[in-house]
């Protein structure tokens, strides 16, 4: 165990499928290097539906979620913009906006963002309320596919800005390549039994950790 926080500490460990139940990767400081790199199982996608737990006390812009291919850096991105104080999904390059969410420093949300290529609609979920549907970006994101935690990739692979790493905790992450329905989402918002990500899934992820970034027990109290 201590060789294995070492190697976390130093560079990269290569940690391949893990059961990651009840555990989280925690992110101790801001940095342009240290992330977790996710290892999807498939590379054309029509439809994606992310979801997430996070917890943070960083007052600035930072990514939560990074999906790059090799001719968009944003191919699928969860970013968090401070200074206007929105959530915004951006999809195969494009953007769009979600203001007025309560995003409270030092306390965990669960996020999922849905999208279609048939249709080209974005719609949002935060701690169990749902965004409108926007239109984003029609046109599969295709090609490879290289998926980050705790940097927002600029280039294919990298490009990290350390002004838009993340700090904190994350959790649960799933990812599947089709939309889930609403009853579906409530119940991974309630953290109740759901169909895990057929393209990533917590209960059998397959990633990499570069630099310091911890695999710790999710903090859970059982009241007597």
């Known amino acids: 165990m201590q060789l294995l926080l070492l190697l976390v500490v130093l560079g990269t460990v290569s940690a391949g499928v893990q059961d990651l139940s009840g555990k989280m990767f925690t992110f101790p400081q801001l940095t342009d290097s240290a992330h977790v790199r996710l290892n999807p199982i498939k590379l054309d996608y029509n439809?994606?539906?992310v979801c997430h737990r996070s917890v943070t006390d960083i007052e600035r812009?930072?990514?939560?979620?990074s999906l790059a291919t090799p001719s968009q850096n944003n191919g699928f991105l969860t970013f968090w913009k401070n200074g206007n104080r929105e959530i915004q999904p951006h999809?195969?390059?494009a953007r769009v906006e979600y203001g007025g969410w309560d995003y409270t420093l030092n306390k965990w949300h669960s996020i999922c963002t849905t999208w279609d290529s048939e249709k080209g609609l974005v719609q949002i979920w935060v701690d169990g309320i749902p965004s409108i549907r926007k239109f984003i970006s029609s046109g599969a994101i295709s090609?490879?596919?290289?998926?980050?935690?705790?940097q927002d990739q600029d280039t294919f692979g990298g490009g990290f800005d350390v002004n838009q790493s993340f700090a904190g905790m994350i959790t649960d992450v799933h990812m599947w390549d089709y939309t889930l329905s609403s009853c579906e989402i409530q119940n991974y918002m309630s953290e109740m039994s759901l169909?895990?990500?057929?393209v990533l899934n917590w209960r059998a992820l397959d990633f990499e950790i570069v630099g310091n970034v911890l695999i710790e027990d999710k903090p859970v109290c059982h009241p007597a």
């Open 47 to 49: 439809a994606v539906t």
């Open 61 to 65: 812009d930072h990514a939560i979620f």
């Open 91 to 93: 999809i195969r390059g």
């Open 143 to 150: 090609g490879a596919v290289k998926i980050v935690l705790g």
């Open 195 to 198: 169909t895990p990500g057929n």
